[in-house]
């Protein structure tokens, strides 16, 4: 997910029922601001994590009913309490914002799917939560979407990271297919390092093939918000392929026509589960 990570927070989207749209931007402002604290500026690492725990240090306020500060957190303090929000996944969005701070690297897929696990995954638990939809096998496949939606950030970004010291294709995956970090430093897309890229879109494809039954199951606008996610997420992995993983020069991004055909694919969705 993006802004970095926050583009796929739907609050701008037309699906989204607007009764839940102050909501929403709230938790937003909460993601935005604090991967903002991670990511943006010239602060070194030990202020960075300092700011970051003084953000969970104002979730303990709002655990305790007590004034949590600022505006920004005021109003997520009057949300978190209108809907009952568990604050573990603001908690986990913090800790992932942390571990930016200091790992630029990742050895293994399960380090990466841990990654994933707080800095993705937490989205789709909110958003249930505002939904009233947070039972075990919704949440099971929001975690899935969520998840296959920040491996297709990684993978349409692999440039992009790498300007900024950072590679999240695991390791031992690079040293499996025989891609060396300087090959991404020159952006070298060649046989090698399409393998590994086809390797990688089929995991993010296959995560988000198991959780598109959410979108089919949740009535609505909610449904429809999901299936365009879905679809989406999708539609960049077939761009990726369309230019045989040369993600370095042909960067995928959503155009009009994409967005037609994902709203047909949404029409068309089959109930699978």
């Not at 809907?83 to 380090?111: C, E, I, K, N």
């Not at 841990?114 to 096998?137: I, K, T």
């Not at 440039?159 to 040293?175: H, N, S, T, V, W």
């Amino acid at each position: 997910m993006s802004v970095n990570h926050y583009e796929n927070f739907p609050v701008a989207s037309i699906l989204m029922p607007r009764r839940l749209v102050p909501a929403v931007q709230a938790v937003y402002a909460f993601a935005r601001s604090a991967d903002d604290l991670a990511d943006e500026g010239d602060a070194a690492p030990a202020e960075r994590l300092a700011a970051l725990q003084a953000y969970d240090t104002r979730l303990d306020a709002i655990a305790r009913g007590d004034d949590a500060g600022d505006p920004m957190f005021r109003r997520l303090a009057a949300v978190v309490q209108q809907y009952r929000l568990p604050l573990q996944p603001l908690r986990d969005l913090l800790s992932a914002f942390s571990q930016d701070v200091v790992t630029d690297r990742y050895a293994d897929f399960p380090l990466l799917l841990d990654y994933c696990r707080r800095s993705a995954n937490p989205v789709g638990h909110l958003m249930l939560c505002l939904y009233g939809a947070a039972d075990e096998r919704n949440l099971a496949q929001s975690n899935a979407i969520c998840t296959a939606l920040q491996l297709i950030n990684f993978w349409q970004d692999v440039g992009i990271d790498i300007g900024k010291g950072r590679i999240y294709i695991p390791q031992d995956d690079l040293a499996r297919f025989g891609v060396g970090e300087d090959a991404i430093v020159r952006g070298e897309a060649n046989a090698a390092w399409r393998a590994l890229m086809a390797f990688q879109v089929a995991r993010a494809r296959s995560l988000m093939i198991d959780g598109a039954p959410l979108a089919l199951r949740l009535p609505g606008r909610v449904g429809w918000e999901i299936r365009m996610v879905v679809q989406g997420g999708l539609r960049i992995l077939e761009m990726i392929e369309r230019v045989d993983y040369d993600v370095f020069r042909h960067r995928p991004v959503l155009a009009a026509t994409d967005w037609l055909a994902m709203g047909w694919r949404a029409l068309r969705m089959n109930r699978t589960d």
